[in-house]
Structures are given as structure tokens and as C-alpha cells.
């Protein structure tokens, strides 16, 4: 257990695992590694136990721990024992769902084969009904993705790299295509099976959650532009839920990988999920963000208001008259308070005041917009000297962090 949930901490592609609380005076519950949070459909939270199956591994790729090279213990479990552990947390209220995922046995089909057995034990022989995550193995056939769907909330490839150079550096047992197949496939039966679900009642659900991946940053040096452009193709191109990016741990050593001691690109991290948020719900299109003449997310501010301070021309915004895109893009204001200002301002004008208690931040948004109040704070700054002046306030928690990573697992 303590191995296969050790290896397990590397794949962020279920939310942030990352309490080390201990039960002291006899409390109740203790969160530690195996236990980690996610999100369902619905918005809940859940909480999961995350395990390999095994952490054995016939490939080598170089950035992971279970590298068949890699000199460390070896475990696995059998299929009975990830049913047994499930059901006897889920029992004791520990966990209210499983991730699973794997090294790789011996091929794609006999590792899988296992994780859909567990998922199907689960659910057939002992009417579990919580959440559970397959990782997919890379290259398994159509026939046990399909199964998978059955019995799973979620299933996910893994892409690794964010580009196929990066994955034949330091994945060469891999290949892009073997990850796409299945997506694609899962892509096609979700559709298919959503439509039969709204034509027949009883028609089994098939992985309700949809699918995700994740990509890997930090180990190859593709650019934010090309990490961006490959989650837009993903998210376009196989209707993907969530793209995760993980920030590389360099804990191995091999002349294809930053050195030990480089920092975890922790805030490069949470820069490409604002991208992406920004990609997802607030209309940007990936080349406003990241382009040829801009490659690079600006580290030091938001990719909302990095675009903003690129593209003075369109401020400021008059709150009271603009449509919701261009509220949206206004720094400062997020998707909630952008349609409370649409609901509120048709009852009255409204006045910084009347925006600070919609949500809105003012310290960023007061340089971009004109509202019912006279003041208008953008006076004649320039996109520069509006970023000084927020990063001069800026209390942000990454510029304390940037060189030390975040205690996520
Ligand atoms: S296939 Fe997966 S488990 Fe095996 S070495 Fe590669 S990343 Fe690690």
C-alpha cells in the first residue's frame, strides 16, 4: 500500500492530493498519501482512494519513478485486493471512490484487462456506486475501453508531453498514436451512448464523467504556446473534460532531464491552468493568449491581464453598457461577477461600490473599466505602468513561492 500509493502522488490528473493531516486526540478521519480529492460532474467533492495497480513497468520512460531501469521495491496488487481496499475504506468512510492506474504489466490488454476487472467487481458483484477513475493504458484494445465505460466515472490517457518530440525523447517505448486511439474511440462511444441515454431510460450510463488527460511540463522544453496548443487541439478534438498539467518533480537522474535540483514549475503551472480556464469559459482563443511574438505566459501576472496590458486599445470597458465577452475579459472580474454585473446593471447603474460587493477586485479591474462613479482610474498609464502598479500590490502567494514547490502530495 504504501508503495503503490507513493507512485501513485505523480499523476495530478485527480485534484489536488495533497493533505498530510494526522489524526491527533483520537479525532475522527486521517488524510494522508492514497487519499485525494476530486471533483464530480455535479460539482461535489470527493474524496478517493489513489493507487497503482502495480508499479511494475515494462517500459522506461525518464521522467517516471516505476522506470523499469529505476532501481526501487516493486509491488502489486491483486485484483481482489484493490476491490477489498475500496470497500472496506469506503466502508469505514475513509474514501468515497477510487483512481486507479498502472504500470504496465506486460502489455497494454493484460494490464488493462485488470483495472476494468476491479472496476467491474466493484460494481457488479458488490453494487459499489461511488466514483471511480481508470487510467487508461496507452494502446488497449476498443473492446476493454469500452468495458471501462461501463463501470467507469472517468477514464483518462495519459499524453505525457505535451508535443510527440517530447514523448519520443523521453518516452521512446511510446507513441502518440497508441493514446489517441482510445481517446478517440471514447470520444465516439460517450456520444453515441449520451444519445441513447436520452432515447432510452435504461440504456447503461457510459463513463459520466467523461474523459481527461494529462501533460507533463517542464521535463522537454516546449514552449507555453506549444503546451496551450496541444491542450486546445485535445480539448477540440476529443471533447476532453480537463487537460491537468503537471509541473515536472525532478527526482531521477538522466542527462534527458533537468538536473535534481530544479525547481518545480510550480507557478508556470498554475499560469497554463489560468490559460486554460481562460481557453474553457471565458471565449479567449489559444493564439490571444500564447503566439509566435508571445511563446511565453508572462510568470509574474495573470494571462488575463497579460492579454489586457497587450491590448489597451479595447479598454476601458464601460460596465454598464459592455456585452458579457468583454466584461469577461476584463482582469478582475470572473465569470460569476461578469454575469451578476449583466443581471444587476438592468435595474440600475452601477458604481465601484456596487462592484466591490458584486466580487468584483478592484485593485485590477479600476484601470480597465468606467462605471457610474466619475473617477476613472486608468488615467494615462500605460499597459507597462498598470502592471507595476498591481504587481507593487500584488500580496500574490507565488512571488513568495517561486522557489520552492508547494507541498501538493
Ligand atoms: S508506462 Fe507509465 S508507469 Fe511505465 S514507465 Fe512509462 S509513465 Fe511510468
Same mark, same amino acid.
Given at each position: ?42 460539482? *461535489?467533492? /470527493?474524496?478517493?482512494? %489513489?493507487? +497503482?495497480? =502495480?508499479? $511494475? ?8 519513478v @516505476? ?46 484487462? *485488470?483495472? /476494468?476487472?476491479?472496476a %467491474?467487481? +466493484?460494481? =457488479?458483484? $458488490? ?8 487510467? @487508461? ?7 476493454l ?7 467507469a ?12 518530440a ?27 451512448? =449520451? ?64 538536473a ?42 495573470d ?47 452601477l ?59
Amino acid at each position: 500500500m504504501n508503495i503503490l500509493a507513493d507512485a501513485a502522488k505523480y499523476d495530478v490528473s485527480c485534484a489536488s492530493s495533497g493533505s498530510k493531516r494526522k489524526n491527533e486526540n483520537k479525532g475522527l478521519g486521517n488524510a494522508s498519501n492514497g487519499i485525494c480529492h476530486s471533483y464530480t460532474e455535479d460539482g *461535489r467533492c /470527493v474524496s478517493l482512494l %489513489k493507487i +497503482l495497480l =502495480t508499479n $511494475h513497468c515494462i517500459f522506461d520512460c525518464a521522467y517516471c519513478v @516505476s522506470r523499469k531501469n529505476n532501481d526501487i521495491k516493486r509491488a502489486a496488487f491483486t485484483v481482489q485486493e484493490v476491490v477489498d481496499l475500496t470497500i472496506n475504506f469506503y466502508r469505514r468512510n475513509y474514501i468515497e471512490g477510487l483512481f486507479l492506474s498502472s504500470g504496465i504489466f506486460k502489455d497494454a490488454d493484460y494490464t488493462m484487462e *485488470r483495472l /476494468v476487472r476491479v472496476a %467491474k467487481k +466493484l460494481r =457488479t458483484e $458488490h453494487n459499489f456506486n461511488g466514483y471511480i477513475h481508470l487510467k @487508461s493504458i496507452p494502446g488497449a484494445s476498443d473492446e476493454l475501453m469500452r468495458e471501462a465505460g461501463l463501470y467507469a466515472d472517468r477514464l483518462s490517457v495519459n499524453l505525457e508531453m505535451p508535443t510527440e518530440a517530447g514523448l519520443k525523447l523521453l518516452a521512446p517505448d511510446k507513441n502518440r498514436q497508441d493514446m489517441i486511439n482510445p481517446m478517440s474511440f471514447l470520444k465516439k462511444e460517450i456520444i453515441q451512448r =449520451t444519445e441513447e441515454k436520452k432515447l432510452f431510460k435504461n440504456a447503461p450510463m457510459f463513463a459520466p464523467a467523461g474523459q481527461s488527460t494529462q501533460v507533463i511540463i517542464g521535463a522537454t522544453p516546449e514552449s507555453d504556446q506549444q503546451v496551450l496548443q496541444s491542450a486546445n487541439y485535445f480539448y477540440k478534438n476529443f471533447n476532453l473534460k480537463r487537460v491537468y498539467y503537471s509541473g515536472y518533480v525532478p527526482v531521477l537522474i538522466d542527462k534527458r532531464l533537468p538536473a535534481l535540483n530544479t525547481a518545480v514549475p510550480m507557478v508556470r503551472e498554475n499560469r497554463l491552468y489560468q490559460a486554460d480556464w481562460l481557453m474553457r469559459f471565458y471565449g479567449f482563443h489559444v493564439n490571444e493568449i500564447v503566439n509566435q511574438q508571445q511563446p511565453l505566459l508572462d510568470l509574474d501576472i495573470d494571462p488575463k491581464l497579460g492579454w489586457a496590458i497587450r491590448n489597451m486599445q479595447a479598454f476601458p470597458v464601460d460596465i454598464n453598457k459592455a456585452d458579457l465577452q468583454m466584461i469577461l475579459r476584463v482582469p478582475g472580474i470572473g465569470l460569476l461577477s461578469a454575469q451578476k454585473i449583466v443581471s444587476a446593471r438592468k435595474f440600475a447603474k452601477l458604481s465601484w461600490e456596487q462592484l466591490k460587493k458584486i466580487g468584483v477586485a478592484i485593485n485590477r479591474a479600476r484601470y480597465f473599466i468606467i462605471c457610474k462613479s466619475n473617477e476613472f482610474e486608468r488615467r494615462d498609464l500605460t499597459g507597462n505602468n498598470i502592471k507595476q502598479f498591481i504587481l507593487a500590490e500584488s500580496k500574490s502567494k507565488y512571488i513568495k513561492n517561486t522557489q520552492t514547490q508547494l507541498n501538493l502530495f
